[in-house]
């Protein structure tokens, strides 16, 4: 993963992996957003093993997509 800095308290990067979440989260990351939606393709990964990895690395929760925070 490549986090590109786009301000002070902002980065964004490629996809990540549920296995990462704890890396991220190390790497200092406050938060994570998920902005793909679940069973978009077998190959991608669903929006709640992504949630499940995210609050095991200790992470509250993320926002599904298209829903107001």
Known sequence: ???KRIGASLSVAAQI???AMASIATAGCKS????R???EG??????AEMEAAAQAAG???????GTAW
């Open 42 to 47: 077998a190959e991608q990964r669903g929006f």
């Open 1 to 3: 993963m490549q986090p």
């Open 17 to 19: 992996t549920a296995n």
């Open 59 to 65: 992470y509250s929760g993320m926002t599904p997509p």
């Open 32 to 35: 994570v957003m998920c902005d």
């Open 37 to 39: 939606p679940g069973d």
